[in-house]
């Protein structure tokens, strides 16, 4: 059996070891506590320490919004600098941290930016408010007023050239919101003279009144009676811009300009909006040129320097779009008020300055391929002679009245098959293309009689001759235009009147259509309106109105009675 003094000394040395454990675990014990109570008091701490923080931000904060109580100081933006790194022996380190440069009170200063605000919302040419310590401490909007000038000139670097008031240029930057804007010479900009920032682009109608149209919806075959003058504008326009090539190879230059003359209605205006749709359906494939119709008197400005302005922007416009390849046609109707005989003392003398500025773009076209000028007159004695020699308005091509054959060609415009005719017509004459040339005969013929009943004016020359003049010698496209419109109303008010008068259905259709009888009362109606409007109290001007040419006329005598024929 085992020794009683050994087993208890084993137990002994088991008791001394749990002993041993028990104390380190107490220790362990009062250290986790200690650890415990060191982390309670360092939360206490940070706890503090967030009060004491979220206390200063307040105080911060608080002081902020009290560097924004009223007054303010209202100031421009100039400029917005990012901070970046200083270059050295150039400036230090304070001046590169960020700031916003402002015109303040007439002053240019660079300030600092509240942190309650977002920079990258400050603009160039805002308007901001400033605090006592000059800071920016808010945005407003924009201002949309300020002087108004016209762009001049528009440079590579987005400076603008521009004209203001007593035709004083200044150059100017664009403001933010005019960055991604296209601005074109001539147009009107917002500015602050202060600042010298371009703020905004004013749509004017004056300005509008002289953008490029496209290609007008008239063709050489919608003109009547103009054959041989359409044969002289092909030869003179068309050629050059289609051919270009073998002009050069053959020294020869195109047109730069086109004078049509003649008497009022006679088509002048059509056969230049023909020329623009016939070059844009020749030369590009994608069938575009651009058509600028100005009439004189919208150019008109009592203002000094306005109407020179006006033909500097036309010209700028034909330029622009002439550069991209695309025909187009300059066309001044009604030229002779605008460009006057220098020094005629007829006007106020403004022509001494417009025509030289047309001179100087017409002179300037010469670089471009695409700009032909085009210019209508009914008084081509009054143009300034420099505008029609040789080099500037090159061709001159009379638009005279029609004959008669011309007359029933410009008919057969109006007077087509595809009309309501009425059925007695197309009975008479067999088909619907055979009716509507009878009317047009019937008309015609009607419109060209030499009788006693067509006389219109005895004319007296200053020799004492005298003449008969009939209404076929006024005859324009014009006039038929207008013959032809008061017949189909006559055939409207025939029918209408049929349908509500007590009859049947059958009946009123039947009275429906154009008649012969339409065209003669339309014509009779036509002589009728036009007894009173020859000018007697000046023959002379009323004969290069009209277009009438003989001997110097000393006097006009009318012909016809009141009543309609």
């Known amino acids: 059996m085992s020794d009683p003094t050994t087993a208890d000394s084993g137990l002994t040395h088991q008791l001394d070891a749990a002993n ?6 107490v220790e362990k014990n009062r250290t986790l506590e200690y650890q415990l ?49 200083p ?28 942190p309650l605000l ?59 919101r005019l960055a991604g804007q296209r601005i074109r010479v001539g147009d009107a900009v917002t500015v602050d003279a202060r600042t010298g920032l371009a703020l905004d682009l004013i749509p004017l109608n004056e300005v509008q009144d002289v953008v490029l149209e496209e290609v007008p919806d008239v063709s050489y075959e919608d003109i009547g009676g103009l054959a041989d003058q359409i044969d002289q504008i092909r030869d003179s326009i068309e ?22 003359y003649g008497p009022p209605g006679t088509g002048k205006t059509l056969i230049a909006k023909a020329v623009a749709s016939s070059l844009a359906a020749r030369s590009t494939e994608e069938h575009r040129s651009y058509f600028l119709n100005i009439k004189g008197p ?10 020179e302005r006006h033909i500097r922007t036309i010209f700028a416009r034909a330029r622009e779009k002439a550069s991209d390849g695309y025909p187009v046609v300059v066309f001044f109707d009604e030229m002779e008020s605008l460009f006057r005989t220098r ?60 004959d008669a054959a011309g007359a029933a060609d410009i008919f057969g415009k109006y007077v087509t098959e595809s009309l309501p005719l009425h059925a007695s017509e197309i009975d008479r004459h067999g088909s619907r293309g055979a009716a509507a040339a009878a009317l047009i005969s019937a008309a015609t013929e009607r419109l060209f009689a030499r009788g006693p009943e067509t006389e219109y004016l005895e004319v007296t020359y200053v020799d004492g001759s005298t003449r008969i003049l009939h209404f076929a010698d006024f005859t324009s496209g014009a006039v038929i235009a207008n013959i032809v419109d008061r017949a189909k109303k006559h055939a409207i008010k025939d029918y209408l009147s049929a349908k509500t008068a007590p009859a049947t259905a059958a009946t009123a259709d039947a009275s429906k259509g154009l008649r012969t009888e339409h065209l003669l009362q339309a014509i009779a109606e036509e002589f009728a309106e036009q007894e009173d409007l020859p000018n007697h109290a000046s023959p002379e001007e009323w004969a290069r109105i009209s277009g009438h040419r003989g001997g110097r006329v000393a006097g006009l005598r009318m012909l016809l009675h009141q009543e309609p024929r």
């Open 298 to 307: 919208e150019l008109l400005n009592k203002y000094v320097g306005e109407t």
């Open 118 to 176: 977002d920079p990258a919302r400050i603009t160039q040419g805002a308007d901001v408010l400033l605090n006592d310590s000059l800071s920016i401490i808010a945005l407003l909007e924009a201002e949309r007023t300020g002087e108004l000038v016209r762009v001049k000139e528009t440079l590579d670097d987005g400076l603008l050239v521009v004209v203001g008031r007593g035709d004083e240029e200044r150059v100017l930057r664009r403001a933010d």
């Open 239 to 260: 050629l050059p811009f289609l051919y270009p090539g073998l002009y050069r190879e053959h020294g020869l230059k195109a047109p730069k300009g086109i004078l049509l």
């Open 343 to 402: 020094g005629s003392g007829v006007s106020s003398d403004v022509e001494t300055t417009i025509v030289p500025q047309l001179l100087a773009e017409i002179d300037g076209v010469e670089r471009l391929d695409n700009v032909i000028v085009i210019g209508a007159s009914n008084r081509e004695d009054m143009i300034d002679p420099a505008i029609l020699r040789p080099g500037r308005l090159d061709v001159k091509i009379r638009v005279s009245r029609p």
């Open 87 to 114: 270059v050295e022996g150039h400036e230090i380190a304070a001046a590169v941290q960020g700031g916003v440069d402002v015109l303040h009170n007439g002053r240019r200063l660079r300030v600092a930016v509240s």
């Open 37 to 85: 109570d060191t982390a309670a008091r360092n939360n206490r701490r940070m706890v503090d320490l967030l009060d004491q923080t979220r206390q200063e931000i307040t105080t911060l904060k608080a002081a902020l919004e009290l560097d924004g109580e009223a007054p303010f100081s209202f100031a421009t933006v100039l400029e917005v600098h990012a901070a970046r790194e």
């Open 20 to 25: 041993r454990r028990a104390a380190t675990l």
